[in-house]
């Protein structure tokens, strides 16, 4: 049986079929290079893209080797938990199924193939009808409808490195926060310590009758009070690195790690460019992601007005095949379905393009104008959270280790009491705090610049969200 219109369609389908685009989305991996590649740029670590059970078990043993009992930096924390984070694995997987949705896109439309039989057993007539069934509406506009699909794969791209590139900021954020937390708590630590033998001398003294019951019951309460606002920090200390280790997806033996006691020292000057501001424009992913959103509108809402009268073409093309009587015939078939619409849509669809058009332009409009705003705050703050903090180094703290020294010269010489040397550390251990929180508002209004030119949770509050 000869069946060249039914060949001839099943060409034509395949024809349409882009097979550049198809090698590039059928890849495992697909798009996940460019991710790779912004985050190293962005956050300084490369994410991984866990797809079998060999990968997650690579994953397990090389974080294993990381972080298990060991004292983990901010680097390490950002690297586990861009390898291990299960949600960011959740964000590539949506980057995989972009990839599938322009897979199947680029393959052009996939024809049907239908068969009929008619006549009774026993008819002298019997027919044997092969049909293959495609759009012609489809075939015709597979470029177009591949090329929007592409765009759509770039923005998952895109998304999928906003998700990479928030973690690391959150990481970061959480790292900070945890480590600045056991600052604070050694630092009461040791002012606790000297409260504490204060506090036994009083006792002692109490004893000789050289200090009466107010002033013991005075350093009493204020070692009381140290060992609330110690157990406090150790509290907060413990919760924030708890939520470092759920960031960094740990569990198990390894949430086994440990953190830096104090945070690094406040650095000569701050990090910050004067062009933060055009930074953010050309590097943020949002921005980039908006731009992309507009040309995948526009040439949606072309494709639709080019065929926005045709609501429905088919081909049917193939062969019948009847038998009558001993004789075969075989007969060409072609049925071409057009279906006019009983109202013209044309204005209807040029208006929903062009009001969908303006929605995107004025969202990306109003992106880079917050982008902008992010930058300029991000700048300032860090500037700002900088000078503040170089300032309880360099001139508060200088003056009150000063003052302790002389307080405790005092003291071994008998011109001063107790409870005079316990309230000199006392409004120390106020300044050593506010110092180290001032410390950790830089690193947070840093983290908070990357996160305004690349992309990312902003929250310059220096630490006080929440």
């Not at 099943?10 to 097979?19: D, G, R, S």
């Not at 073409?313 to 009983?342: C, D, K």
Request: one cysteine or more.
């Amino acid at each position: 049986m000869k069946l060249p219109l039914v060949m001839g369609s099943v060409l034509l389908v395949a024809a349409c079929a882009n097979p550049a685009v198809i090698d590039r989305a059928k890849q495992g991996r697909a798009g996940f290079a460019s991710v790779e590649n912004g985050a190293r740029q962005s956050v300084g670590a490369a994410p991984a893209w866990n797809q079998s059970a060999s990968d997650f078990e690579e994953t397990r043993r090389r974080v294993h080797a990381m972080v298990n009992g060991k004292t983990v930096s901010a680097d390490t924390a950002v690297q586990v938990a861009l390898i291990n984070n299960r949600g960011l694995q959740a964000s590539f997987a949506e980057l995989g199924l972009s990839s599938a949705e322009l897979w199947e896109v680029a393959m052009g439309p996939v024809p049907s193939v239908g068969i009929s039989i008619s006549g009774l057993a026993g008819d002298v007539t019997r027919s044997l009808e092969a049909t293959i069934v495609g759009t012609l509406l489809e075939i015709a506009t597979t470029k177009s409808r591949t090329q929007i699909a592409e765009i759509r794969f770039r923005q998952a791209e895109l998304a999928a490195l906003g998700d990479t590139i928030a973690l690391a900021v959150e990481t970061r954020r959480a790292w900070i926060e945890a480590v600045g937390a056991f600052e604070t708590s050694s630092l009461i630590g040791r002012t606790q310590g000297t409260a504490e033998a204060a506090s036994e001398l009083a006792v002692q003294l109490g004893r000789t009758g050289a200090m009466n019951k107010a002033d013991q019951a005075r350093e009493h309460a204020f070692t009381a009070e140290l060992a609330a606002e110690r157990a406090a920090a150790q509290l907060e200390a413990q919760l924030a690195k708890e939520k470092l280790l759920r960031i960094m997806g740990l569990w198990g033996s390894d949430t086994e790690i440990y953190v830096p006691d104090a945070l690094p020292s406040l650095p000569g000057r701050p990090r910050a460019a004067n062009n933060i501001e055009q930074l953010a424009l050309n590097n943020r992913v949002d921005l980039k992601a908006g731009k992309l959103e507009l040309q995948a509108i526009a040439m949606d809402y072309r494709l639709t007005g080019q065929t926005r009268m045709v609501s429905d073409i088919s081909l049917a093309a193939g062969a019948g095949v009847e038998r009558a009587n001993g004789a075969t015939e075989t007969t060409p078939s072609l049925g071409l379905e057009f279906e006019i619409p009983l109202y013209d849509t044309g204005p209807l669809l040029s208006k929903r393009g062009q009001m969908a058009y303006l929605k995107a332009a004025n969202t990306l409009a109003q992106t880079a104008i917050d982008a902008r705003s992010d930058a300029r705050m991000a700048y300032r703050e860090l500037t700002g959270r900088h000078s503040i903090a170089r300032h309880w180094r360099d001139q508060v703290l200088p003056l009150r280790n000063q003052i302790d020294a002389q307080a405790l010269l005092t003291y071994n010489g008998m011109l001063t009491s107790t409870f005079e040397l316990i309230a000199d550390a006392q409004e120390g251990l106020g300044a050593r705090i506010s110092a180290a929180e001032a410390k950790r508002d830089y690193w947070l209004s840093e983290t908070d610049a990357t996160a305004a030119i690349w992309g990312g949770p902003v929250s310059l509050s220096g630490g006080n969200e929440e």
